[in-house]
């Protein structure tokens, strides 16, 4: 009798324990069907342009016009199983920098072509993950990588530089105020005579320098705890100061030209004499009909000024972005160069 009951309740624990793995799974892959669709939509709009619908070499309009060389197949198993999710993200989430650098060319790790943007200062790392879900799809796999883990890591790595921040910010406050009161016991030891011609001293203390540099780590450990789940911010930029010698405007036009084919591939969207990609305007008469301060906040941050617009923010700094704009400028082909586009 007793051990009948006893193996009921095993039973019944263990039918619990299945019943709930069952619906732990039906979760997990409901999550991951989801996550999978929400990537969907977004390689559609951001990606298939240059890499096609079901990633197939030649399928996206924008093939025959991309610079070499051309993406791989991302429908082929045998190609992109050897990659490793987080080497998938990082394609797609990295700065991007001068690829005719020898020491980019020379650096195994890094991803040396300018013509596949950065989406890091576009979307969110968490889109990004559901992307490279979709990615997996393409090519019959499916994502493994533990993105909530990663998550949590950011977390955890943001309270431990939030703890370290605090006790170095009260260590500098100690000491700012001990220097304070060092100098007005100091002052309390003047004349009048001499208080007349005294000048305080600016205080300065050596703890400062320890406190902005982990507060800038926090600032940065803070945003990536944001950014996982959220969009970089779409702050407009201020108007730029553009006034420039022509000595310097030289300088700076050969360096937009060579940022806008080895650092930021603007040519792998955007179509100069009728060479280079479609995805964008053609932008051979940009000098006539773009304003150049407009230029230069379209370039900092295109998603402040139209929100889906299908060209990334590519993370051009201040400088960068002025030397684009001093070379936009100087792109100004009579109507007549401007090859007519073929009658389909
Ligand atoms: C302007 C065209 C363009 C756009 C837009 C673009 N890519 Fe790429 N992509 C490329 C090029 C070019 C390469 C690199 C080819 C190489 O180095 O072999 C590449 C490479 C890749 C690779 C690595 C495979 C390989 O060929 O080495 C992946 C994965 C990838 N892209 C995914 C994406 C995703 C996801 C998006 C959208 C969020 C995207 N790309 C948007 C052009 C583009
Ligand atoms: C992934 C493709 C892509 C890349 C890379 C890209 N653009 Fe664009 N760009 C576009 C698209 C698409 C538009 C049209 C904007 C819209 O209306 O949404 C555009 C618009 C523009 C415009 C406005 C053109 C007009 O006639 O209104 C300028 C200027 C421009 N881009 C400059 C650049 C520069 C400079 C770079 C490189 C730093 C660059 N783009 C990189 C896709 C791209």
Not at 309 to 332: E, I, Q
Request: charged share 25%; proline share 5%.
């Amino acid at each position: 009798m007793k051990r009948v009951a006893t193996g009921n309740m095993a039973r019944m624990l263990l039918n619990g324990v299945l019943i709930g793995l069952a619906a732990s799974l039906f979760l997990y892959g409901c999550a991951g069907d989801e996550k999978s669709a929400k990537g969907k939509k977004l390689y559609h709009h951001y990606c298939s342009h240059c890499h096609g619908d079901s990633g197939q070499q030649g399928e996206g309009f924008n093939w025959d016009r991309m610079p070499d060389p051309r993406p791989k197949n991302l429908a082929s198993n045998a190609e992109m199983s050897t990659f490793s999710d987080k080497e998938i993200f990082d394609t797609i989430y990295r700065d991007m920098r001068d690829t005719s650098d020898p020491n980019v060319l020379d650096d195994d790790s890094y991803f040396a072509v300018s013509t596949m943007p950065t989406f890091k200062y576009t979307l969110s790392e968490e889109e990004i993950w559901s992307i490279v879900a979709h990615v997996r799809t393409l090519h019959g796999m499916s994502l493994t990588y533990d993105w909530m883990g990663r998550k949590k890591e950011l977390e955890e790595a943001f309270q431990v530089i939030q703890q370290e921040m605090e006790s170095t910010k009260s260590a500098y406050e100690t000491a700012i105020e001990k220097a304070e009161a060092a100098q007005s016991a100091y002052e309390d030891t003047l004349t009048d005579a001499q208080l007349e011609t005294y000048e305080p001293k600016d205080i300065t203390v050596p703890e400062e320098a320890p406190f902005l540099s982990i507060n800038a780590k926090f600032e940065e450990a803070k945003a990536s705890v944001e950014n996982f789940s959220k969009r970089p911010k779409k702050t407009r930029i201020e108007r730029p100061d553009l006034t420039i010698s022509d000595a310097e405007l030289a300088v700076q036009v050969e360096k937009g030209k060579s940022l806008y084919r080895n650092t930021y591939g603007c040519n792998g969207c955007h179509s100069l004499n009728d060479e280079g990609g479609l995805v964008g305007p053609e932008l051979d008469r940009a000098g006539f009909r773009l304003n150049p301060t407009w230029v230069y906040q379209w370039i900092r941050n295109p998603q402040a000024m139209k929100k889906h617009t299908r060209m990334p923010n590519l993370g051009a700094s201040d400088a960068d972005a002025k030397a684009l704009t001093y070379y936009l400028g100087t792109l100004r082909a009579p109507i007549s160069q401007v090859p007519v586009p073929e009658a389909e």
